[in-house]
Every structure is written in C-alpha cells, then in structure tokens.
C-alpha cells in the first residue's frame, strides 16, 4: 500500500513517518508540505492512501479535494487541529480523522479502518464521504468528475484576445489544452496557441466530456486526437496525439481514460 503524507508542519510529517515505518505492507509514496504540491503527487504517484492535513495556507486540504476532484481522490485520514464542533464534518464525510495531538493507539485505530477500506477498493464510498464534505463546506452541490452541465450548454466558441483583435475559436479546433500560472493555453493545429484567463476546472465542466477528457492536472485533451497510450519507466503514462505530440496522463486517470476512449481491459 502507498500513502501519502501531506502536513505543512515537519514535525507532523515526521511523527507519520515513524509511525509508518517498518510496516511491511506500506511504501511512503512522498510527501507535501502544502496543498498545491500535494496535488500533484496524488496526480503522479497515485498513492492508495493520503493522510490529509486540513489546515494548510494557500491550498488547504478541503481545496486539494475541490482540485483532485472526489472521483479520483484516494482513501483520506484527515489530520486536523479544529475544536470539535468543527469535526462534525469531517466525521460524517471522513473514511476517518486523527485529532492533534494524537497518541499511537488512535492511530492505529485509524490506520486498520483505512487499510481495510483500500484491501476492498471502495472507491465509491470515498467518492460519497468527499463529495458530501465539499457540499457541507460551499453550501452547494459540488459536481462529480463526469461534468452534470446540461448538452445544451456546453461550450462551442471561445473568444481569445489577440493584438487588435479578438478571435472566436471553434472548440472543434482545439487539440489540448494546458494549464499556465493562472491561464490556461489552448493548442490548435499547426502550432497555434491561445493563453486564456480561465481555470483548468471551468474548462472541464464547460466542455464535451465524450469530447474532451482531463488526463492530468494541467491538461484536457480532444479524444479523437489520441493515437496511442504509452508507458513510460518507473510506471508512468503518456498519450501521443495523432500529429506525434505526446502529453503525460495522471495515473489516477489512466483507468477513465481508458473507459472514456472504450478500450477493454
């Protein structure tokens, strides 16, 4: 089993790591000191088990779920400092939570709920737990990895400035789209690129998804383009578009993508 450990306090990450050491059935698959790098090793390194600290600055745990998306988010153990009051979110949306300052026996408590929870691969019970924090934290109904937007209003044209004039680009068009800094960059054929001032979610929500599929934090790409799915040492993914251009895929996204372009496994 791999586990992540996400903490901005090193000490905190410290006490995990001991506390994980020598188990024979665990490999520490990293870890994070803030939201935004946690991210991405959940995207790349897949880990079956994250231990999640809830109070981080910039992108705290919460976030890290809104970024991941439930769906693809793995078994979570929230490590929290709120009062208790506040837990009773983390109760009822947590596959379990460990409370600072926490002794060894709470943690193993917590750890045998969580391995038991990866052994049976109930994935759809995790999805269920977050998906309800999320509505507890907005207020709102928060959507699914599979976009709920209605066929009708999905985006057809995207309007991109350029110097002196503004350009209505057909989705049609587009290739892939990646993610930079606070743009996202479209890439049409030919070379052509666009940056546009829009989050990589939007984007996903807005769009086809028999279409367009995310396979990565900082890219969605246009299904009819992939030509092959590649593997790449130490057990990472990659599609090549149908022009040679060859783009990395999240292993937690690998199995969707697959479905989504109707291979069988």
């Given amino acids: 089993m791999r586990v992540l450990i996400v903490d901005d306090e090193p000490l ?83 596959l379990d939570y460990l409370v600072k300052p926490f002794d060894d026996e709470r943690f193993e408590e917590a750890f045998a709920r969580a391995r038991e929870q990866v052994r049976l691969h109930e994935k759809s019970q995790t999805a269920d737990r ?19 937007t209605a066929p009708s209003s999905y985006l057809e044209r995207i309007a991109v400035e350029t110097p002196g004039r ?34 990589m979610k939007t984007l996903e929500e807005r769009l086809d998804p028999e279409v367009f599929f995310r396979i990565h934090r900082s890219t969605i790409v246009r ?15 990659a599609v090549e578009l149908d022009d040679g251009t060859r783009l990395k895929v999240s292993r937690s996204r690998r199995e969707d993508l697959q479905e989504h372009l109707g291979l069988l496994r």
Avoid at 131 to 142: A, D, K, R, V
Avoid at 225 to 237: C, Q
Wanted: no cysteine.
């Fill in 130 to 148: 977050l998906l309800t924090l999320l509505e507890n934290e907005s207020g709102e109904t928060p959507t699914p990895d599979a976009p709920q």
């Fill in 12 to 94: 905190a990450r410290r006490r995990l790591r001991q506390l994980l050491s020598g188990r024979d059935d665990v490999d520490l698959a990293g870890e994070a000191e803030n939201g935004r790098e946690a991210a991405r090793l959940i995207e790349e390194e897949a880990p079956d088990l994250v231990f999640l600290d809830v109070q981080m600055p910039g992108l705290d745990g919460v976030d890290v779920i809104r970024e991941i998306g439930p769906q693809a988010m793995p078994p979570t153990v929230f490590v929290t400092a709120y009062d208790q009051y506040a837990l009773e979110a983390f109760r009822l949306a947590a």
């Fill in 223 to 237: 299904l009819e383009r992939v030509d092959s799915l590649l593997t790449r040492s130490g057990g990472r993914y």
């Fill in 166 to 199: 503004t350009r209505i680009v057909s989705v049609t068009d587009i290739d892939y789209i990646t993610a930079d800094g606070s743009y996202a960059e479209l890439h049409l054929g030919g070379g052509e690129r666009y940056p546009i001032r829009e989050r």
